[in-house]
């Protein structure tokens, strides 16, 4: 409130002072009479003072009236029915002046009086819905008809129920008590809403509202002027009527002037912002005559000098990229009148840079619906183009390499097989992975590996034919379609051609790297009818090289195809198999050869299809490495056999060391230690009852690494063994370093230690070294007696297989320890000399 009574005294206070130093002077000045001996002139001039504020209120009625016709302002209905029955009353006051012609009744200053003081109760009442935004939906009809209705009420009131009114007016006398307190309150009244109008100005109507509370202010000071004349000719009478005058004036210039300005003003603000938007927009406007020649077009666009088009049609300018043909049909658009769109064409801009423009133009009709010409845009599309065209590019090609991805190959093989009717048609599909190149990428970066991507892209381009399409789809596997194909041998030149080319250096990091590629190629029909089944026959190809030792390629065969498919469902269950509880965990007792007793089992995976029953855990083992599914295979296996572990102890059954088989890969692609950690907490077995058996390959692969991690699980008491020991690369100085506790002797070796001399001489040898190490020894796939008795002879220490017991369920385990009587396997007869 305050903020808006200083905003409202800085801009309105010229205004309103100088009526307050007018007032003062009138107050101060003795009562005198106007026009006392010419009644008529009093007469005349009171009627053209009225006559002015019953037009100002006529000029607000027309204004609001076809403002409420559009809604755009919402006291406009207010301001219609109120100032109707104003200028109405005020006429009727005017005609009842005392001196005036007789109308209907009598003429007076009582009448007088009272179609005053309605007037202006009205005016007070007006405002103040004003002030209050009432907001009544009504037609303009409902309130001309409510104005026509209070100004009947009003006129029968004044004319034939003056009895009703109390007395306002006595000659000689003058105002009475009631009139003066009457224009009191007229006066308080006028000064709140005032007030009222100055707290509730907002910035959307500020002016508006300020000047209707200037309108106010005045007709207040008006209001204590009239109640204290004493005849109607006073001078205070005729100066009450001024303050009237000017209180209408801001009405006036509030509403009607207000009203007549506010279109023009829109209107300019409108033609400035779209001027400057013109100027500003990265589109140009223009407009057209009726003959289809430029009259007005935007400043300058893109560096096109846009003025030079005027007084010339599109086709009249030096215009590139349109056909006469296309000329001729824009032509035939503009003469039928009818809207176009991107209506393409360039401009030369400056020597040698053209640019592409795009217009989109409207037909023009006067009132009568005459065709007056043209008004559109231009747009320039060159950067558009330019974007469209690379996100093309990029939808149809690898970013890396710029080869054609699989979308475009997929179609380039449709449009071959659409052109390929003839049966002889044939055509090979070659699919290339690099050899090794993962740890090309893992040991120079990514960079590099990039760069490497980027030249066997280029030589493999360079060694294709110009039919051929070579294809980058993702990673380091790239495609070659050879189309026309007359031979497989084609197919076996380029083959080789491309692997040559392959093995030539490239300077990589500063390192000058070799690289080379395993393929696969599948013939089209021969090998199928689309693309998606040669790419899987020719990635069975591809897989078929690899196994073959890589640096070489491979035609697809049926063999190759069930072996494949045979891999790619083993691969696919085992997915599914965990969350299915398809896998189980058989155990196999270990047996202390001196005293017979069971010291031990150890954890054999085994996986339950439920449509191929029981597979081998020789399938699927390698497939299960090979796609990385052995790490969370191999974190369940350890859970779920330390939790059996911990489940016999409870049961009463003694403490048996838990043999579980780790996967090289568990170190490549898992955390092991951390596993066997969260197994043994979550289970609460002892590591002391724990051992992990290892193959030899998992101590040569990142020795440092797999060091660090045994240590420690060492120190926690965890026991560790050598798996299959003596078929891989055996080193007697990682058996030193990792701190290994027992040595298992393969099978491979026990199965013909009574039969064959040699595997006899390999397991004396194992033990003797054991044992000279410090380390225990178990053997096994014992079957037979014979077996047992040479095994004691040499000293084995421990030894399963099924001459002992075969691998079981745990619940069979537990039947089985329960029943088991140690008896020693190793008698004076056998033991060793």
Same mark, same amino acid.
């Given at each position: 409130?305050?903020?808006?009574?200083?905003?409202?005294?800085?801009?309105?206070?010229?205004?309103?002072?100088?009526?307050?130093?007018?007032f003062?002077?009138a107050?101060?000045?003795?009562?005198?009479?106007?026009?006392?001996?010419r009644a008529?002139?009093?007469?005349?001039?009171?009627?053209?003072?009225?006559?002015?504020?019953? *037009?100002?209120?006529?000029?607000?009625?027309?204004?609001?009236?076809?403002?409420?016709?559009?809604?755009?302002?919402?006291?406009? =209905?207010?301001?219609?029915?109120?100032?109707?029955?104003?200028?109405?009353?005020?006429l009727v006051?005017?005609?009842t002046y005392?001196?005036?012609?007789r109308l209907?009744?009598?003429?007076?200053t009582p009448?007088?009086?009272?179609?005053?003081l309605?007037?202006?109760t009205?005016?007070?009442?007006?405002?103040?819905?004003v002030a209050?935004?009432?907001?009544?939906?009504?037609? +303009?009809?409902?309130?001309?008809?409510?104005?026509?209705?209070?100004?009947?009420?009003?006129?029968?009131l004044?004319t034939?129920?003056?009895?009703w009114?109390?007395?306002?007016?006595v000659?000689?006398? =003058?105002?009475?008590?009631?009139?003066?307190?009457?224009?009191?309150?007229?006066?308080?009244?006028y000064?709140?809403?005032?007030?009222?109008?100055?707290?509730?100005?907002?910035?959307?109507?500020r002016?508006?509202?300020?000047a209707f509370?200037?309108?106010?202010?005045?007709?207040a000071?008006?209001?204590i002027?009239?109640s204290n004349?004493?005849?109607?000719?006073d001078?205070?009478?005729?100066?009450?009527?001024?303050?009237?005058?000017?209180?209408?004036?801001?009405?006036?210039?509030?509403?009607?002037?207000?009203?007549i300005?506010?279109?023009y003003?829109?209107?300019?603000?409108?033609?400035?912002?779209?001027?400057?938007?013109?100027?500003l927009?990265?589109?140009?406007?223009?407009?057209?005559n +009726?003959?289809?020649?430029?009259?007005?077009v935007?400043? /300058?666009?893109?560096?096109?000098?846009?003025?030079?088009?005027?007084?010339?049609?599109?086709?009249?300018?030096?215009?590139?990229?349109?056909?006469?043909?296309?000329w001729q049909?824009?032509r035939?658009?503009?003469?039928?009148h009818?809207?176009?769109?991107?209506?393409?064409?360039?401009?030369?801009?400056?020597?040698?840079?053209?640019?592409?423009?795009?217009?989109?133009?409207?037909?023009?009709?006067?009132?009568?619906?005459?065709?007056?010409g043209?008004?559109?845009?231009?747009?320039?599309?060159?950067?558009?183009?330019?974007?469209?065209?690379?996100?093309?590019?990029?939808?149809?090609?690898?970013?890396?390499?710029?080869?054609?991805?699989? +979308?475009?190959?997929?179609?380039?093989?449709?449009?071959?097989t659409?052109q390929?009717?003839?049966?002889?048609?044939?055509?090979?599909?070659?699919?290339?992975?690099?050899?090794?190149?993962?740890?090309?990428?893992?040991?120079?970066?990514?960079?590099?590996?990039?760069?490497?991507?980027?030249?066997?892209a280029?030589?493999?381009?360079v060694?294709?034919?110009?039919?051929?399409?070579?294809?980058?789809?993702?990673?380091?596997?790239?495609?070659?379609?050879m189309?026309?194909?007359?031979?497989t041998?084609?197919?076996?030149?380029l083959?080789?051609?491309?692997?040559?080319?392959?093995?030539?250096?490239?300077?990589?990091?500063?390192?000058?790297?070799v690289t080379?590629? /395993?393929?696969?190629?599948?013939?089209?029909?021969?090998?199928?009818?689309?693309?998606?089944?040669?790419?899987?026959?020719?990635?069975?190809?591809?897989?078929?090289?690899?196994?073959?030792?890589?640096?070489?390629?491979?035609?697809?065969?049926?063999a190759?195809?069930?072996?494949?498919?045979?891999?790619?469902?083993?691969?696919?269950g085992?997915?599914?198999?965990?969350?299915?509880?398809?896998?189980?965990?058989?155990?196999?007792?270990?047996?202390?050869?001196?005293?017979?007793?069971?010291?031990?089992?150890?954890?054999?995976?085994?996986?339950?299809?439920?449509e191929?029953?029981?597979?081998?855990?020789?399938?699927?083992?390698?497939?299960?490495?090979?796609?990385?599914?052995?790490?969370?295979?191999?974190?369940?296996?350890?859970?779920?056999a330390?939790?059996?572990a911990?489940?016999?102890?409870r049961?009463?059954?003694?403490?048996?060391?838990?043999?579980?088989?780790l996967?090289?890969?568990?170190?490549?692609?898992?955390?092991?230690?951390?596993?066997?950690?969260?197994?043994?907490?979550?289970s609460?077995?002892?590591?002391?009852?724990?051992?992990?058996?290892?193959?030899? /390959?998992?101590?040569?692969?990142?020795?440092?690494g797999?060091?660090?991690s045994?240590?420690?699980l060492?120190?926690?008491?965890?026991?560790?063994s050598?798996?299959?020991?003596?078929?891989?690369?055996?080193?007697?100085?990682?058996?030193?370093?990792?701190?290994?506790?027992?040595?298992?002797?393969?099978q491979?070796f026990?199965?013909?230690?009574?039969?064959?001399?040699?595997?006899?001489? *390999?397991?004396?040898a194992?033990?003797?070294?054991?044992?000279?190490? /410090?380390?225990?020894?178990?053997?096994?796939?014992?079957?037979?007696e014979?077996?047992?008795?040479?095994?004691?002879?040499?000293?084995c220490?421990?030894?399963?297989?099924?001459?002992f017991?075969r691998?079981?369920?745990?619940?069979?385990?537990?039947?089985?320890?329960? +029943?088991?009587v140690?008896?020693?396997?190793?008698?004076?007869?056998?033991?060793?000399?």
């Amino acid at each position: 409130m305050l903020a808006n009574l200083k905003t409202y005294w800085r801009c309105d206070a010229r205004y309103f002072l100088p009526a307050v130093l007018v007032f003062m002077v009138a107050m101060a000045l003795p009562p005198f009479p106007l026009f006392e001996d010419r009644a008529s002139s009093m007469l005349q001039l009171h009627l053209v003072l009225e006559l002015f504020a019953v *037009i100002v209120a006529i000029l607000i009625v027309v204004v609001s009236w076809h403002d409420l016709k559009h809604q755009s302002r919402p006291e406009s =209905g207010v301001l219609l029915a109120g100032f109707t029955v104003v200028a109405f009353v005020d006429l009727v006051h005017a005609l009842t002046y005392d001196g005036m012609p007789r109308l209907i009744t009598d003429s007076s200053t009582p009448r007088a009086i009272f179609f005053w003081l309605a007037g202006r109760t009205l005016v007070l009442l007006t405002l103040l819905l004003v002030a209050l935004r009432l907001r009544l939906q009504l037609s +303009r009809y409902v309130w001309l008809g409510i104005a026509a209705l209070a100004s009947a009420a009003l006129f029968w009131l004044g004319t034939w129920g003056m009895d009703w009114v109390p007395t306002t007016f006595v000659t000689g006398s =003058g105002v009475t008590t009631f009139k003066r307190n009457y224009e009191y309150g007229l006066f308080v009244g006028y000064g709140v809403l005032a007030l009222l109008f100055v707290y509730r100005a907002g910035a959307d109507n500020r002016p508006r509202f300020f000047a209707f509370a200037s309108s106010c202010l005045v007709m207040a000071m008006g209001e204590i002027v009239f109640s204290n004349y004493k005849a109607p000719s006073d001078f205070l009478n005729i100066f009450g009527h001024v303050f009237k005058i000017v209180s209408y004036a801001f009405l006036y210039q509030n509403v009607f002037v207000l009203a007549i300005r506010q279109p023009y003003e829109a209107l300019r603000k409108s033609e400035g912002r779209f001027r400057a938007l013109t100027e500003l927009s990265v589109d140009g406007y223009w407009e057209q005559n +009726r003959n289809f020649r430029f009259i007005k077009v935007s400043q /300058s666009f893109n560096g096109i000098e846009m003025q030079a088009m005027l007084g010339r049609a599109r086709w009249e300018l030096p215009v590139l990229g349109v056909s006469a043909e296309q000329w001729q049909a824009h032509r035939a658009q503009l003469e039928r009148h009818e809207p176009f769109r991107d209506f393409v064409y360039q401009v030369e801009v400056a020597p040698g840079r053209v640019r592409t423009l795009a217009a989109n133009g409207s037909p023009l009709f006067d009132e009568d619906g005459e065709f007056i010409g043209y008004q559109g845009v231009g747009r320039d599309i060159t950067e558009q183009l330019a974007a469209e065209k690379r996100i093309e590019f990029l939808a149809y090609h690898d970013t890396l390499t710029g080869l054609p991805n699989h +979308r475009l190959l997929q179609e380039q093989f449709a449009q071959l097989t659409a052109q390929s009717q003839h049966p002889d048609a044939r055509a090979a599909l070659l699919l290339l992975d690099l050899d090794n190149f993962k740890g090309i990428n893992d040991i120079l970066g990514h960079a590099s590996g990039d760069a490497l991507l980027r030249e066997v892209a280029r030589r493999l381009r360079v060694k294709a034919r110009d039919v051929d399409v070579v294809s980058r789809q993702g990673g380091d596997e790239f495609y070659v379609l050879m189309p026309g194909l007359r031979h497989t041998d084609d197919v076996a030149l380029l083959a080789s051609a491309l692997m040559e080319s392959l093995q030539e250096p490239v300077m990589l990091g500063g390192q000058e790297i070799v690289t080379s590629a /395993s393929m696969g190629v599948a013939i089209y029909p021969d090998d199928g009818g689309d693309l998606e089944t040669l790419r899987k026959k020719a990635d069975v190809a591809m897989y078929q090289a690899k196994q073959a030792g890589r640096n070489t390629y491979r035609f697809f065969d049926v063999a190759m195809n069930l072996e494949a498919f045979e891999h790619l469902s083993l691969r696919n269950g085992l997915h599914r198999a965990l969350e299915r509880d398809e896998l189980t965990l058989h155990y196999q007792p270990q047996f202390d050869l001196s005293s017979g007793a069971v010291i031990g089992v150890e954890a054999l995976l085994r996986w339950r299809h439920p449509e191929r029953g029981l597979i081998s855990p020789a399938r699927f083992i390698p497939v299960a490495e090979e796609s990385g599914l052995i790490v969370p295979i191999g974190v369940w296996v350890l859970r779920e056999a330390c939790r059996q572990a911990v489940t016999w102890q409870r049961e009463g059954l003694p403490g048996l060391t838990m043999a579980v088989n780790l996967s090289a890969v568990q170190f490549k692609r898992g955390d092991v230690e951390q596993s066997v950690l969260r197994a043994l907490e979550e289970s609460g077995l002892s590591p002391q009852l724990l051992e992990l058996e290892l193959t030899e /390959s998992i101590l040569i692969q990142n020795a440092e690494g797999v060091l660090a991690s045994l240590k420690r699980l060492k120190q926690m008491g965890v026991k560790l063994s050598i798996d299959d020991f003596g078929t891989g690369y055996s080193s007697l100085s990682y058996l030193k370093r990792f701190d290994i506790d027992k040595l298992k002797i393969d099978q491979s070796f026990v199965r013909d230690l009574d039969k064959d001399e040699d595997d006899a001489a *390999i397991v004396r040898a194992v033990i003797q070294m054991a044992h000279s190490l /410090s380390l225990k020894t178990i053997a096994e796939g014992v079957e037979t007696e014979e077996m047992v008795a040479s095994l004691c002879r040499y000293g084995c220490d421990e030894a399963q297989g099924y001459h002992f017991a075969r691998p079981m369920p745990a619940s069979e385990v537990t039947e089985f320890l329960r +029943r088991a009587v140690a008896q020693p396997a190793c008698t004076p007869l056998n033991q060793p000399a």
